[in-house]
């Protein structure tokens, strides 16, 4: 079945610091691409998305590029804010056989961002 | 606003007592999906809903219901719940198939 492997945490940076969460990815099909981020007391919601090769996602300072051919889909970001501490999840919806809908998600990592 | 709601928010029961947490979301999404929320673990889907009266399994079914009578609503029901069953609840929608999800802030159960 579908996988989603993502760098275990806690990824603890000082303010302005460059982010990589590193995200790899087995599906069956032909999936879509996700980063969900998780502020504490509250749901996911997403933060960007891909939904084909070569597609980059971005928003609020951070990207991530679907790259078919190694299946990652690391998230970037060039200078971290403390308001950035969160956990992110790394997930897939992908269609399998048989039409079941079971979207796959990381274990999230935890960003930790110190002034 | 668009978004996806649930109740209550925090809930603390004791083992065999039938509960309810009940989702409901405006955005007009055929898809709805409950996870539960683990620590290392991650999220797990217990069930999903791809329209009316239609529902299916996700990973980790046992010990749960569902039920998707209208489209705006899709409750979580524990018959007869047990500690195991302790953990962060959510509830998602999605307009379509292999989109991205919109989450409802999550139901705390305790089950002592």
């Known amino acids: 079945g579908d996988s989603v492997t993502q760098m275990e945490g806690p990824v603890t940076l000082s303010e302005e610091a460059f982010l990589t969460i590193n995200c790899t990815y087995t599906?069956?099909?032909?999936?879509?691409l996700f980063w969900y981020v998780q502020y504490p007391g509250e749901g996911l919601q997403l933060l960007l998305k891909?939904?084909?090769?070569?597609d980059k996602g971005s928003n609020k300072g951070f990207e991530a590029t679907y790259r078919k051919e190694t299946t990652s889909f690391h998230l970037e970001k060039g200078s971290v804010q403390v308001s950035d501490s969160a956990v992110y999840f790394c997930?897939?919806?992908?269609?399998?056989?048989?039409?079941?809908?079971?979207?796959?998600f990381g274990r999230g990592t935890s960003l930790i961002v110190h002034p | 606003e668009a978004q996806v709601t649930q109740n209550p928010r925090y809930l603390i029961t004791v083992t065999g007592k039938k509960l309810t947490v009940t989702c409901s979301q405006n955005?007009?999404?055929?898809?709805m999906s409950w996870y539960r929320q683990d620590p290392g673990l991650g999220l797990r889907q217990i069930y999903y809903s791809m329209n009316v009266e239609v529902t299916d399994k996700g990973d980790v079914p046992e010990g749960y219901k569902v039920s998707r009578k209208e489209k705006r609503n899709f409750p979580l029901i524990l018959e007869s719940p047990s500690p195991n069953q302790t953990s962060l609840y959510f509830c998602a929608s999605s307009p379509r198939l292999t989109y991205e999800q919109y989450f409802g802030p999550g139901t705390r159960l305790t089950v002592t």
């Open positions: 955005m007009n999404h055929e898809y």
């Open positions: 599906a069956t099909g032909y999936p879509s």
């Open positions: 891909a939904t084909k090769a070569d």
């Open positions: 997930a897939l919806s992908d269609r399998e056989s048989g039409g079941s809908y079971i979207p796959t």
